[in-house]
């Protein structure tokens, strides 16, 4: 039975293609269309959808309206953004992630690209996963409950490399679908003096990882920024990788620094997990804690295990009933490599726990 797929979008034209696209796969039907949030909503009420490609910017109620009319309505409902590429259609995007969008593709700028190859590609793997991710473990990300929140650095203008050197430690931390939303329960919760730096790969596209780094700095006590070229890794700061970068840690005379590269996807994925992580098996640090929290697919696995092999590891993963997809988590404990298996609101915890403070 095909699988059926509701699409949400104010321009005819757009909805032309999005449909022609879904149904261009055997697998899905593009069982009713809606030209806004409301008649999404109303859709929503009566019917349930394997999944819903929903636009941001549209008249009456706008994607981020209905995404929160669901969660008032307690309607659950795998959402796949289509989102522009831009400044503010960045912030909307993580808006809508920490609103229980399940993930996003970016929506062209004209007719000619929303035709090619590269929107189709994207669009078809997104539906893909949302629809295949009810086989596994699926939920929005809550917030999660702490006992104390951290109080948030003070605002800059611009995040600079703060704090001593890196010694001996590091931490590496890999997560994909739910993972913007899922990180603000670990990020924040993270000490300022944190006795290790940390290396982020969270799966996005170009144009989307700096506006999660601002989001998250403004968040935290730690450092929090989109790695640079050069960076030279410092305890207490997290370096995320860019979207559309591989991230790789390289040795110094005087210690460790960010190297970017352009090489090709890696199982279609760029910035790629396992890269980092095999990227520090030449590194000089002698204690790794690897964290690998919500995400689909199994991104980090073989990294880890060939890291495992030259380094001395401690390995975190987020455990299945606070996930929003269990695959990365659990493609880490089915290879017999983790040492803790936690629930999103302890990762943290055991992040600090296992490196301690300066």
Same mark, same amino acid.
């Given at each position: 039975? %095909?699988?059926?797929?509701?699409?949400?979008?104010? /321009?005819?034209?757009?909805?032309?293609?999005?449909?022609?696209?879904?149904?261009?796969?055997?697998?899905?039907?593009?069982?009713?269309?809606?030209?806004?949030?409301?008649?999404?909503?109303?859709?929503?009420?009566?019917?349930?959808?394997?999944?819903?490609?929903?636009?941001?910017?549209?008249?009456?109620?706008?994607?981020?309206?209905?995404?929160? $009319?669901?969660?008032?309505?307690?309607?659950?409902?795998?959402?796949?953004?289509?989102?522009?590429?831009?400044?503010?259609?960045?912030?909307?995007?993580?808006?809508?992630?920490?609103?229980?969008?399940?993930?996003?593709?970016?929506?062209?700028?004209?007719?000619?690209? $929303?035709?090619?190859?590269?929107?189709?590609?994207?669009?078809?793997?997104?539906? &893909?996963?949302?629809?295949?991710?009810?086989?596994?473990?699926?939920?929005?990300?809550?917030?999660?409950?702490?006992?104390?929140?951290?109080?948030?650095?003070?605002?800059?203008?611009?995040?600079?490399?703060?704090?001593?050197?890196?010694?001996?430690?590091?931490?590496?931390?890999?997560? &994909?679908?739910?993972?913007?939303? /899922?990180?603000?329960?670990?990020?924040?919760?993270?000490? %300022?003096?944190?006795?290790?730096?940390?290396?982020?790969?969270?799966?996005?596209?170009?144009?989307?990882?700096?506006?999660?780094?601002?989001?998250?700095?403004?968040?935290?006590?730690?450092?929090?920024?989109?790695?640079?070229?050069?960076?030279?890794?410092?305890?207490?700061?997290?370096?995320?990788?860019?979207?559309?970068?591989?991230?790789?840690?390289?040795?110094?005379?005087?210690?460790?620094?960010?190297?970017?590269?352009?090489?090709?996807?890696?199982?279609?994925?760029?910035?790629?997990?396992?890269?980092?992580?095999?990227?520090?098996?030449? /590194?000089?640090?002698?204690?790794?804690?690897?964290?690998?929290?919500?995400?689909?697919?199994?991104?980090?696995?073989?990294?880890?295990?060939?890291?495992?092999?030259? %380094?001395?590891?401690?390995?975190?993963?987020?455990?299945?009933?606070?996930?929003?997809?269990?695959?990365?988590?659990?493609?880490?404990?089915?290879?017999?490599?983790?040492?803790?298996?936690?629930?999103?609101?302890?990762?943290?915890?055991?992040?600090?726990?296992?490196?301690?403070?300066?």
């Amino acid at each position: 039975m %095909k699988k059926n797929i509701l699409v949400v979008d104010d /321009s005819a034209l757009m909805r032309r293609v999005i449909c022609d696209i879904i149904q261009s796969d055997e697998r899905f039907l593009v069982e009713d269309i809606a030209k806004d949030g409301m008649e999404a909503l109303e859709l929503l009420k009566k019917k349930k959808y394997d999944a819903v490609v929903l636009d941001i910017n549209m008249p009456r109620m706008t994607g981020l309206e209905l995404l929160e $009319a669901l969660q008032k309505e307690k309607i659950r409902a795998k959402v796949v953004m289509a989102s522009t590429l831009t400044l503010d259609g960045a912030k909307e995007t993580m808006q809508a992630l920490e609103l229980g969008a399940f993930d996003f593709v970016t929506k062209p700028g004209n007719f000619i690209e $929303a035709k090619g190859e590269n929107f189709k590609t994207e669009l078809s793997r997104k539906v &893909s996963e949302a629809v295949s991710a009810g086989n596994q473990i699926f939920k929005s990300a809550p917030v999660m409950p702490r006992r104390t929140r951290p109080m948030p650095a003070a605002p800059s203008t611009s995040v600079q490399n703060k704090g001593p050197k890196a010694g001996r430690k590091l931490i590496a931390l890999a997560c &994909s679908t739910g993972g913007p939303k /899922s990180l603000q329960s670990v990020v924040p919760y993270l000490p %300022k003096n944190l006795d290790a730096p940390v290396l982020l790969v969270q799966h996005m596209p170009a144009g989307f990882t700096a506006t999660l780094a601002g989001r998250l700095n403004d968040l935290s006590q730690v450092t929090v920024k989109e790695a640079q070229e050069g960076d030279e890794l410092v305890k207490g700061c997290v370096y995320i990788a860019p979207g559309g970068k591989h991230l790789l840690c390289q040795k110094t005379s005087s210690g460790h620094k960010i190297a970017l590269s352009d090489a090709p996807p890696r199982d279609a994925l760029k910035p790629c997990a396992n890269i980092m992580y095999e990227s520090l098996v030449d /590194s000089s640090f002698d204690e790794i804690t690897c964290v690998v929290l919500t995400g689909m697919g199994s991104d980090g696995t073989k990294g880890i295990e060939k890291l495992a092999t030259r %380094k001395k590891l401690y390995v975190i993963a987020q455990d299945a009933a606070t996930c929003v997809v269990y695959g990365m988590p659990r493609s880490i404990a089915e290879a017999g490599l983790v040492n803790k298996v936690a629930p999103l609101q302890a990762v943290a915890d055991e992040i600090t726990k296992n490196v301690g403070v300066y």
